[in-house]
T-cell receptor, first 111, second 112 residues
Framework: SQQGEEDPQALSIQEGENATMNCSYK?????LQWYRQNSGRGLVHLIL?????REKHSGRLRVTLDTSKKSSSLLITASRAADTASYFC???????????FGKGTLLTVNP | NAGVTQTPKFQVLKTGQSMTLQCAQD?????MSWYRQDPGMGLRLIHY???????DQGEVPNGYNVSRSTTEDFPLRLLSAAPSQTSVYFC???????????FGSGTQLSVL
């Protein structure tokens, strides 16, 4: 069963705009991770945020976590065409052994 | 470092055939796992291992076997391939449980 669910399923923006993707999950977590997948490729890790953290930054990426609402958001600022990819959130459901992925958000950044 | 290496990249099987998908990592990672990715389903965990000699089932283990005789290798065996196993398979590893995963480039499997 899917632990995390991303929203929206698809997002299309212009280069230079900001992109926000959301992830909701069902059970308590130790950490939440975001990954990117370019078409036909393996997933690449972006950010890991722990349950006791509220916000984390990495370059143009900002991730927030609200454990009371069981939700997270990924913000990509000043988007580029190269950011076009699918973005997945992954949660551990309280167990470090099993990382469960959502179905992803397909982001298209138009030049 | 090569990272996580999966072979083959593409494979076509007939129903009932068996095969092994290979996965190797050169980062001395303790944790390794196998996922399958189907359209509209996201990634689903098949099996995982927390160290050599230790494996356990994930969300969709039926029809698959794994073993972990060394830290580096984590092969996935399909015992009797079925069309429902047509998918893209990803191997992933991490330094320890709960840390970020490093993914291989995937194996695209078609079962006819």
């Amino acid at each position: 069963s899917q632990q995390g669910e991303e929203d929206p399923q698809a997002l299309s923006i212009q280069e230079g705009e900001n992109a926000t993707m959301n992830c909701s999950y069902k059970t308590s977590i130790n950490n939440l991770q975001w990954y990117r997948q370019n078409s036909g490729r393996g997933l690449v890790h972006l950010i890991l945020i722990r349950s006791n953290e509220r916000e984390k930054h990495s370059g143009r990426l900002r991730v927030t976590l609200d454990t009371s609402k069981k939700s997270s958001s990924l913000l990509i600022t000043a988007s580029r065409a190269a950011d076009t990819a699918s973005y997945f959130c992954a949660t551990d459901g309280g167990s470090n052994y099993k990382l469960t992925f959502g179905k992803g958000t397909l982001l298209t950044v138009n030049p | 470092n090569a990272g996580v290496t999966q072979t083959p990249k593409f494979q076509v099987l007939k129903t009932g055939q068996s095969m092994t998908l290979q996965c190797a990592q050169d980062m001395n990672h303790e944790y390794m796992s196998w996922y399958r990715q189907d359209p509209g389903m996201g990634l689903r965990l098949i099996h995982y291992s927390v160290g050599a000699g230790i494996t356990d089932q994930g969300e969709v283990p039926n029809g698959y076997n794994v073993s972990r005789s060394t830290t580096e290798d984590f092969p996935l065996r399909l015992l009797s391939a079925a069309p429902s196993q047509t998918s893209v398979y990803f191997c992933a590893s991490s330094y320890s449980m709960g840390e970020k995963l490093f993914f291989g480039s995937g194996t695209q499997l078609s079962v006819l």
